[in-house]
């Protein structure tokens, strides 16, 4: 069993920046996919970005390359979502997940955090 726990979200102006954290615990954390998730007011849980713990691969959605970073810490079982240039359309709540594949679809996803509010303001 993984434990997922997100920190990191706020309020911050368009153009602002941020870095959500993910601390996991349990299970064998370096054995998965990490990915990052977010879900709006009224709209589907979306793909965000990813990275293979053990070889450090990542991926993006095309809606935050150049402009999100996903990274892993080892030695903190930790992965971080930098945000720059954030939009008031990246404002959601942000969820760190893991899997055993690397895909986009959150049903592939066996581990949730409890998730952290991102609200970018105009």
């Known amino acids: 069993q993984v434990t997922l726990v997100e920190s990191g979200g706020g309020l911050v102006q368009a153009g602002g920046s941020l870095r959500l954290s993910c601390a996991a615990s349990?299970?064998?954390?370096?054995?998965?996919?990490m990915g990052w998730f977010r879900q709006a007011p009224g709209k589907e849980r979306e793909f965000v970005a990813a990275i293979r713990w053990g070889g450090g691969n990542t991926y993006y959605a095309d809606s935050v390359k150049g402009r999100f970073a996903i990274s892993r810490d080892n030695a903190k079982s930790t992965v971080y979502l930098q945000m720059n240039s954030l939009k008031p359309e990246d404002t959601a709540v942000y969820y760190c997940?893991?899997?055993?594949?690397?895909?986009?679809?959150?049903?592939?996803?066996?581990?949730w955090g409890q998730g952290t509010q991102v609200t970018v303001s105009s």
């Open positions: 997940a893991a899997a055993t594949r690397l895909l986009t679809t959150p049903r592939s996803y066996d581990y």
């Open positions: 349990g299970g064998t954390p370096r054995n998965y996919v």
